[in-house]
């Protein structure tokens, strides 16, 4: 039972336009939200979080939405740049450290130059 | 902060022998510590979760008597693939989370490949 879903395997876009990267998940349990970006044979690197007590967290070019009654959470990218091409995936969690983190099967980004 | 270490980067051993991955926090007490296991083109396996102190917990088809988890400290925990075997080759990757966050931060990976 896949929990944490990223529909779609890769996502292509242009430098300089808007990278969105979408997730659901279906346990209404979750509260706490995570992204991370990941390059080949290294690991994965934190980007950015967002509790269920907002809908919005930005943080430079990175930003999360978050929709609660659909189940859904997204990741804006603006602009994009070749760097930001790797694997982005979105992790869920709930209640204070006290619980194992549910990851998403990633996104792989192409920024083209 | 929050730099998490993983010695080594990659290990190549032979059939049958025992290899053990250290996964260190470098900047911050890990209460928790996770490893994983990433397969070519495949999404973060979680194998099993230890807390400082407590034995590990083992995800559902994981093998505790193969995969040794050690958390012996707020700072370290190692993983030991014991009599490895080439289907053992993959990219374990271990986390640390501190008390009371959500966050976790990963280590580089370690390459283990078995001939």
């Known amino acids: 039972d896949q929990q944490v879903k990223q529909n779609s395997p890769s996502l292509s876009v242009q430098e300089g336009r808007i990278s969105i990267l979408n997730c659901d998940y279906t346990n209404s349990m979750f509260d706490y939200f995570l992204w991370y970006k990941k390059y080949p044979a290294e690991g994965p690197t934190f980007l950015i979080s967002?509790?269920?007590?907002?809908d919005k967290n930005e943080d430079g070019r990175f930003t999360v939405f978050l929709n609660k009654s659909a189940k859904h959470l997204s990741l804006h990218i603006v602009p994009s740049q070749p760097g930001d091409s790797a694997v982005y995936f979105c992790?869920?969690?709930f209640g204070r450290g006290g619980f194992k983190t549910i990851f998403g099967a990633g996104t792989r980004l192409f920024v083209k130059a | 902060g929050a730099v998490v270490s993983q010695h080594p980067s990659w290990v190549i051993c032979k059939s049958g022998t025992s290899v053990k991955i250290e996964c260190r926090s470098l900047d911050f007490q890990a209460t928790t510590m996770f490893w994983y296991r990433q397969f070519p083109k495949q999404s973060l396996m979680l194998m099993a979760t230890s807390n400082e102190g407590s034995k590990a917990t083992y995800e559902q088809g994981v093998e505790k008597d193969k995969f040794l988890i050690n958390h012996a400290s707020l700072t370290l925990s190692t993983l030991t693939v014991t009599s490895a075997h080439p289907e053992d080759s993959s990219f374990y990757i271990c986390?640390?989370?501190?008390?009371?966050?959500?966050?976790?931060?990963f280590g580089p990976g370690t390459r283990l490949t078995v001939t």
């Open positions: 967002i509790s269920s007590i907002k």
């Open positions: 986390s640390a989370r501190g008390s009371g966050v959500n966050e976790q931060y």
């Open positions: 992790a869920a969690t």
